[in-house]
């Protein structure tokens, strides 16, 4: 077995038992990541110096009897929208191409704090907005299992690299579905925390009341040593929970779902679904009753509206966030005769087409005489999903849905039709306006192409998802490692 194809788990273990060095882990996963970035262009700004010197520093402190933490020595790849200190932060856009920030991210100082290895900054869409990659202003990502595909989006460059094995843990950032559908259409798992789990300082905001940062990994184990490490209580960001966390791990154990109650998602039947992930749903539904669960069927009637309130929602506060790119504070700067001029060109060379239609959409939502027709009427639905997501807790202690409605999709077949494209996230974005944590994960593959799933949990009920999660990786296995024949 390759270093690349070991899980981080297992790389912190050999770290720690002096089986390897943090050099010799490094370098393989830069080789990695130098033979496949060729392929798949996943990566906006990689950290080789960054990474080499930071590997000497950990193997002299685990010579001197230090053990920093429990990710020493294991590379990590983020997401270009976390702020990293000294090292360009992009978001994929002209705008912050030479951006600079100075200061990171929390959940990157926590990654150091525990002994993690930054080897690069991964492509996105343009300020997260997309489903493909495609909207990246510098290029767009290929899916390891199939480069005329897209990898998903928008942290599509984080999902291709974990699934490649440039590095067994990446992050990403998830405001209606960008770290599921990628997880689904590059075969590995992403995760979704509850809001308020996971400190969003530093991270570039997009729809501040829907973000959430979260893992991607090719375990499960994986996955939750990656959350015990960043979920953690900040002070800097006064959404993030002072609540102790649970110990993720304990989930791994779990092999009996005896009285627990799977739900179905009634309205979800009526969508048009590719027969590979229906195939996969039925393949985990039978799992999750051979450990003894039950399933019923729950209902949200008013998902249906989800896409549509996302759309104004997410637009809305986007065009508030975005505001702040002026051209006087951060990043690019056009030539122009008077500051409204600066505004202007600024902005016009800056920002992208997507973007400019959810900033225009923003704006126009907001604007007087439209705030009640649009932003405030959206809202509303939003109060109604959640109550109704409430209700069906009650009745199900974990959800078991698509991911996507559609296995990964050819580049530029969506390209030209925003709302196909919008499509993507028809049953990732619910739980984003509820609030509420959810997992993608892999269920089978089809033709070559992963087939992704979703399990919903309750707020704070990320150990519902991680016991059933548990049970499915048991039953249908942990993802491939993909890129193998590229
Ligand atoms: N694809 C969705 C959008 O374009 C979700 C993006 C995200 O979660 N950041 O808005």
Redesign the pocket.
Known sequence: MELFECSAADLARAVREGAHSVAEIVEVHLGRMDRLEPVLSAIVTPLKDEARARAAALDIALARGENPGPLTGVPVIVKDNFCTRRIRTTCSSRMLENWIPPYDATVVSYLERAGAVLIGKANM?EF????STEHSAFFTTSNPWDPSRVPG???GGSAASCAAGYAPLTFG???????R?PAAFCGIYGFKPTYGMVSRYGVVP??SS??QIGPFARTLEDLLLAMEVIAEADEKDATCSRALRPDFRKALDVTDLKGKRVGLVREFEGYDIDGPIVDALARARAALLDAGATVVDVSLPTVSHGLAC??II?PAEASSNLARFDGVRYGLSAEADSLIDLYHRTRKAGFGP?VKR?LLTGTYVLSSGYYDAYYNKALKVVAILRDEFARAFGEADVILAPTTPTLPFRKGENIGDPIK??M??LF??PA?MAGLPALSLNGGYSDGLPVGIQLIGPRWGEMEIFSAAAVLEKALGAPRLAGGDL
């Open positions: 869409d997260a907005m997309g489903s989006g928008s942290s950032s998830d405001t209606g579905g960008s770290i559908q997009f729809a829907l973000d996302y759309y997410a997507e959810r494209m919008y993507s996230d990732t974005l984003n």
